[in-house]
């Protein structure tokens, strides 16, 4: 086909303008497209820039420091290393943890450990040692460039100076779990956090914890750290608040040290004024510090497998037959129903055992104690007599009696775990257990003497001398003092008049201060002190002993109760009361309370 | 400017200008695109890019020097020289998806030779006047030399270079007058392939096309091959969907939501968007877009530089490289216009689209537009032998300005 020059270049023309207006209309569509990813959304994009290179890291707050009642530290914070990893592809991370495990002692458990905490939470940064040491930290800073991906941050640990003396009381702290994580009240917490896991730590966990800071810092694409990006939209952490207890270290640590050698046990010592506990102290106990950063595998079973359960509060969350200690809460019962006053005698006489039915109860003085009234009773602990006063006073109302006490209820003391106590509520209690048929009304001598189907905590047993010594609803205990800490009486009393009240406290006194009283060989020196022994029967081995006391007993400002597991072996060394009153005494000492008139001055120097 | 014009073969001193202006701004980006904090291949890269410059100012001064005449002589063999290179490729071929041929110290890429050789061997196709393309089927012998390059290039496979192809076609058709109507009913049976995936678009595409065949009346043979073509395409969408890689799907698909696979196939498109639309209207400022300084923009010295121009330079630093090339683009467009010989306008005129196919192609990429098919940005983009092909192309350019 030929054309025409002219034809042809009108065509190219028409043409060429068609191309123009094509191609100048996609530019200006392409420009429409910058300016609306550039100029419309920029402020949008410019946050996802920022979301993908910036990263945060959380900064741990210093948890709460513990301090005494005399404001010495209990609990304390120093200076250490947290090193992690930060999120990225699951091989680099194993490549670095192997890199580091002979560095960071992680061993092949922990490896898998982590390996699995990593599957779980890709994207939170992995923390490898929370509890790094100096050369550790110097380790990897040295070598920065191959550890690009590690974070290492200053993150306070914590420390007890007197670990083993505070142990149960105070618990310990360690990372958060996975389990632990989806527990409303841990809501907010990330992961690798540090929580008080036992003790006071994860009681007044709220408080100590402090709330955590955020910082940022800027990553490539392959997830190294390249620098720290500051532009104030980190914020600091918040500390977390003092505690004060009102403790006194200076008697725990002396509680852990003169402890019986060899032996268990616990005890606890309770101001009856205002509740504050002043002792509270387990045997064996453990080394909390160790817990700290991740508790070792191999000591958390031996720990776990020790045949004396060091792990084990024997205080709050461990209960024994109180034994000859019940004899009080049996003549308190006894006079509130009027079958017993002070000078009460019972129709058979001690002559170191008692027959109901075809069974012979024993008293433990094979020898006998003659005619005795109840003050005489109490002060040499004899069974025979209380056997005949708890027939006197019959099961029902020793039930009712006990249940109107407190007895099968918590303290309320602020520890977690602690256990009530078990003591019958009612005969249907033993209709239950053996059957309407399987037990007879002989159950209740066992009770008046503090055995059978009877188990108490040391803490419960405090509290009720409490109440004995003051002669009001005591107060429910608590290891932490402070206006934040509410102080709640636990709402009965011993429900006895003045006199009748005293006329126990007397006997109490008896026991520890007249010869032939089964404490008197262990009396303090300088101040007055009231109590109980207690032989409680062991199925296991020796019986346990027993003591329950208070002192000064005009003013008590001190109640304790203490037990030595298996401790009354042969029938005559009871471990339990020379260790209280020693305790008693140091206490009273670091009080600064004066002698009592008519006792002996004290010493100056020794 | 006159003794410019004294030089042999340069027809267009200002798009001489513009040619190395843009290409020193790319190289500049290129230096940018290699200032990361992470290890990477584009660092001192920029170097090597200066060095193949001084390469293809040689093809550019070979290419103008070159009579059109001689060029249109050399058409065939030029376009049967590129078709075994084609076929060379997939004996020995290398590179990442084996479409690099090894020369030595440099590589080439057969599939940008081949879109020269196409083009000459087009434009002398059709700008010879002993043809007649007054029916459809007379158009067998254009679409048949664009058609064996372009099977080769698909069979790389390289979607992005092979689309241009389709574009030549189109460009080179349109240039020569062929109406409108017969190029689109040429094409639609591509069309039909896309709109295969659903039945109601498709049934209205063949109302439309049925329509057109009633008004413009070609040969009813004609008529029945243009259905039945669009009936095929349209038939085979879903088999040809099915016959793709998942790799290849996702690539697809990602360009309609790259939320669909933020960690895979849109990677690239996520963060291109990110570094873009962070530069806001001035940029981060040049060399410091954190996107790329931190190597979350993938490929950021070859087919996604312009991502790193709009992170750093922001919406003027885009504008400013828009209207450098719309203004190249224009002048080229006038020599196509003005150029009496039918060979040398064709030329240019093919060469103009294949220049703004890439540009379309590689920004509506980077803003998320088009579909990521890995077409470089002439003059800017990383790439020693496709910078020489285009100044070869622009040499030719400017022998048709100067002979016009």
Redo the contacts between chains.
């Keep these: 086909?030929?054309?025409m020059?002219s034809q042809?270049m009108a065509?190219?023309?028409q043409?060429?303008r068609?191309?123009?207006i094509a191609?100048?209309g996609?530019?200006f569509?392409?420009?429409a497209?910058?300016?609306r990813?550039?100029?419309l959304?920029?402020?949008?994009?410019?946050l996802?820039?920022e979301e993908?290179?910036l990263r945060a890291i959380s900064v741990p707050a210093p948890r709460g420091t513990i301090y005494d009642r005399n404001g010495l530290v209990v609990a304390e914070n120093i200076p250490g290393y947290v090193i992690s990893v930060l999120p990225g592809p699951r091989d680099t991370i194993a490549a670095t943890i192997d890199r580091l495990a002979g560095r960071l002692d992680i061993s092949p458990e922990e490896r898998l450990e982590l390996l699995a905490k990593n599957r779980a939470r890709p994207n939170e940064p992995l923390v490898l040692r929370d509890n790094a040491g100096f050369d550790q930290v110097a380790f990897v800073e040295e070598r920065r460039p191959a550890f690009s991906r590690i974070v290492v941050e200053p993150r306070p640990r914590r420390q007890y100076p007197n670990g083993e003396a505070v142990a149960h009381m105070i618990g310990y702290v360690g990372e958060i779990s996975e389990p632990e994580l989806e527990l409303p009240r841990f809501e907010g917490y990330e992961p690798g956090r540090i929580i008080g896991k036992d003790g006071l730590e994860s009681q007044y966990e709220e408080r100590l914890a402090g709330t955590p800071g955020v910082r940022y810092v800027?990553?490539?694409?392959?997830g190294?750290i390249?620098r720290d990006f500051d532009v104030g939209n980190g914020t600091p952490a918040i500390p977390g608040e003092d505690l004060e207890l009102g403790i006194d270290l200076g008697l725990q640590i002396m509680a852990d040290s003169i402890f019986p050698e060899g032996m268990r046990g616990g005890v606890v010592a309770i101001d009856p004024r205002n509740g504050e506990v002043l002792l509270l102290y387990s045997h064996p106990a453990f080394d909390p510090n160790r817990f700290i950063g991740g508790i070792p595998f191999d000591l958390w079973t031996s720990l776990r497998d020790d045949p004396d359960k060091p792990m084990l509060n024997r205080v709050s969350t461990a209960t024994y037959p109180p034994g000859s200690t019940w004899k009080l809460i049996v003549s308190t019962i006894g006079m509130r129903t009027g079958d017993l006053d002070i000078r009460s005698y019972m129709q058979h006489v001690c002559t170191g055992g008692l027959s109901f039915g075809n069974r012979y109860f024993q008293c433990w003085n094979p020898r006998g104690h003659g005619g005795l009234d109840l003050s005489g009773a109490i002060k040499g602990s004899c069974n025979v007599y209380f056997y005949q006063a708890g027939q006197r006073i019959g099961l029902d109302a020793m039930t009712a009696g006990a249940a109107d006490l407190g007895f099968g209820e918590r303290t309320g003391i602020d520890l977690p775990f602690e256990i009530a106590g078990v003591f019958p509520e009612s005969r249907a209690y033993f209709d239950r257990r053996y059957g309407p048929r399987g037990w007879t009304e002989s159950v209740v001598w066992n009770l008046a003497i503090g055995q059978g189907e009877n188990q108490q905590s040391l803490l419960r047993m405090a509290s009720f001398y409490s109440a004995l010594a003051t002669g009001q609803s005591p107060v429910r205990p608590h290891l932490a003092r402070d206006e934040n800490v509410a102080v709640r009486r636990m709402g009965w009393t011993v429900g006895l008049s003045e006199s009748q009240r005293q006329d126990l406290v007397a006997a109490l006194t008896r026991v520890v201060n007249e010869p032939g009283g089964t404490a008197y060989a262990y009396r303090p020196q300088h101040w007055t002190l009231a109590g109980k022994t207690g032989t409680a029967q062991n199925p296991h081995g020796a019986p346990h002993s027993w003591f329950v006391g208070f002192a000064p007993v005009q003013d008590p400002r001190i109640v304790i109760a203490a037990i030595v597991e298996q401790g009354h072996p042969d029938g005559t060394v009871s471990l339990a009361v020379p260790y209280a009153s020693r305790l008693v005494s140091r206490y009273l000492e670091s009080i600064g309370l004066p002698p009592e008139p008519g006792r002996e001055p004290r010493v100056a120097a020794r | 400017m006159s003794w410019l014009r004294r030089i042999p073969g340069l027809g267009d001193p200002t798009l001489l200008g513009l040619m190395f202006l843009l290409t020193g701004l790319g190289i500049a980006m290129i230096y940018s695109a290699g200032q990361v904090e992470v290890p990477s291949v584009a660092t001192g890269i920029w170097v090597r890019q200066l060095a193949w410059l001084c390469v293809a100012v040689m093809a550019f001064i070979i290419a103008s020097r070159v009579p059109i005449r001689f060029l249109e002589w050399f058409a065939p063999w030029l376009y049967g020289l590129s078709l075994g290179l084609l076929l060379l490729v997939f004996a020995i071929g290398t590179g990442p998806s084996g479409s690099w041929l090894e020369l030595g110290p440099a590589r080439l890429q057969p599939a940008e030779v081949a879109k020269l050789g196409t083009i000459f061997m087009l434009a002398r196709l059709l700008g010879d006047r002993d043809q007649d393309f007054a029916g459809l089927s007379r158009l067998w012998k254009p679409v048949a030399v664009v058609a064996v390059p372009f099977g080769l290039v698909l069979l790389q496979p390289d979607l992005g270079s092979a689309l241009v192809f389709g574009v030549i076609l189109i460009a080179a058709l349109f240039w020569a007058g062929i109406p409108l109507v017969k190029i689109f009913l040429l094409v639609s049976p591509a069309v039909s392939l896309l709109l295969g995936f659903n039945w109601v678009v498709w049934g209205a595409w063949f109302v439309v096309l049925l329509v057109l065949l009633y008004f413009h009346r070609p040969f009813v043979l004609e008529s029945v091959a243009v259905i039945l073509a669009n009936f095929a395409a349209g038939a085979l969408t879903m088999p040809l969907w099915n016959s793709l890689a998942p790799y290849q799907q996702n690539r697809l698909l990602v360009f309609l939501d790259p939320e669909v696979d933020p960690r895979g196939a849109g990677w690239h498109l996520i963060q291109s968007k990110v570094a873009i639309g962070s530069g806001g209207l001035f940029g981060q400022g040049f060399a410091t877009g954190p996107q790329k300084r931190l190597a979350f923009l993938p490929e950021q010295h070859t087919d996604f530089i312009f991502s790193v121009v709009g992170e750093e330079l922001g919406f003027i630093g885009v504008l400013l490289f828009l209207g450098l090339f719309a203004w190249i683009l224009w002048r080229v467009l006038r020599i196509a216009i003005d150029t009496d010989d039918d060979f040398g306008s064709g030329v240019t005129f093919c060469l103009f689209a294949v220049l703004f196919a890439h540009l379309v192609q590689n920004l509506g990429m980077t803003v998320g537009l088009l579909p990521i098919t890995g077409l470089p940005l002439p003059l800017v983009s990383y790439g020693g032998s496709f910078l020489l092909l285009v100044y070869a192309g622009f040499g030719v350019i400017q022998r048709v300005a100067a002979e016009r």
């Design positions: 086909m030929m054309m020059d042809k065509l190219r023309r043409r060429g068609i191309a123009l191609s100048g996609l530019l569509l392409l420009a497209a910058f300016f990813l550039q100029i959304s920029g402020s949008q994009y410019v996802r820039s993908n290179r800027e990553v490539n694409a392959l190294s390249v």
